[in-house]
């Protein structure tokens, strides 16, 4: 898989956990106070993207994204990562 | 005529030796062997240990520092820290020097804090230092300190020495709660209900000494205070402080400190049990403790099938924790449990098999709310106390008083976010703040919070829900904003 077909992999992954229409996730739409995605549903991404692209995912990191886009960006970064060490 | 079935377990307790939750927990560290008294399990460091010698003389040393500070009895003192072995140590330190716990939610923000620091009026705040700026604007004329990685420091000097405060007798902590008015009331627990909670819930869990409970629900809650923290450091066991809820990172720590127990909200094992997979449950496992919202009949099941645990679930209150609980051996789904030893509760129900207001009585129930005598008279009708719950007993053939309390929802206008209570009418309030904002209504719909706007004719623009989110933000804590807001005329 390249990074290109993550995207709708993750998208399916946070609309199936956030029960909100994947049409929705624009890169600047603000994931907690647009999407409403609380801790709990953000934990629940994290291990489930965590298991689906056998990544390690930080916390604090994650913490720090406030947009759809940076949440694509930062899944990226780490599988491209995760594939170059493997 | 209104009829009203009445469960009564009063007879059947009798009160511990220690009235102060410090000399209780010190008393039972000082036997405690060489085991940790504590663990804190944090996602970018190693597990910290604190033994209970460690933690008996952080207790003092703490205190001796508070006094130095002009700390003394009744003294209301506010903290807004995470959870942390420092958390554990001011709330015993405080205690002991007899000053009234205040702990304040992080996530709190103007609306709340401002009813916080009207009502309890605070001589001192200890916060974390990345929290000061959210609570800087109620800081004026009170000391301040924080806490740093290097210990925690008076950085404002109060403008006169703390005053003292009235309580009643044995006030341990002013914990805040809503009743859908709009606004937190805060009501004050005694020690003895402290230890009495933590004595019921033992009875409950049948822990032995040595063993470990993991835990990562905020500190500021009853739920937590009495069975996280109390219960582990009364009974011997290890109190594991999860700083996180991360499903890989619980697991992790329930594998390599051999968890027996584990106590959370109903959405975190839901949760766990959707991350598990098929991977076969750590063996080390006995109890899923669980408490602060509804915990399904079907997800009970699930979980026993999957990490083959008791499920204990149980029910309690700000005003007084728990008034129910599960018991091993005997739990069973789809309830709250029978009633704790201790307390006496009514369901007043038109039908004595019907639903009904759960209405309880205890003398170690809290004595009201603090300077709010008008909302405190509305809630304790005689001698009981008003839940504004609802609620009926399941038909058994065990006896009448071993009846298990089935929990029916909400009579107040509040409801649980991720077993975070949420007063409707505090939203609602929170969103005529904004200006363009005529009116405003709030429901709790399949899981989410959702709000009805009706902005005036300058208000409407296609992103005024998002434009109101992030005026909310900064008015309430974000788990209370709506998931949608819909617009109106």
Redesign the interface.
Known sequence: MTESDLRPRIEQIVSRISRIDASEFHDDV?I???L?I???MA??I???C??EFDL?L???EFSCVETVGEFFQLLEARYAEQRIAG | MRGKTTVSRAADFEFASHDSISDAVLASLADWGSRPALSVVSPDRPVQLISADDLRTGVYDVERLLRSWGVRQSVPVALFLENSADFVILLLALARIGAVVIPGKLDWRRMELAELFENADPQLVISEESHVEAVSPFLTGRAVAVRRAQGIALVQEPGKLPGEAEFPDNVASINYTYRGLGYPLGAMVTHRQYLHGARVLQDGLQAEAGEQMLYSIPMTHIFTLVGCILVPLLYGLTGVIARTIHPRLLFQAIHDLNIQHLTAVPEIYSLLLRAHGESPPPPSLRTFVSGGSVLSGELFARLGEHFGVEVLHGYGLTEFTPVSRNARGASQAGTVGPMCDGIDCRIDSADHAESGEIMIRSRFLSPGYYRRETETRAAWDGQFFRTGDMGRFSVSSDGFAERHLMFDGERKATRKVNGVMVDLEEVRLALTRFPHVRDASVRFETGALVAEVAPDASGVTPDLPATLRQFLKKQIASYKIPRIINLRE
């Open positions: 603000l907690r106070e647009e409403g609380d801790s709990l934990m629940e994290l291990a489930t965590e298991k390690q930080d916390e604090a």
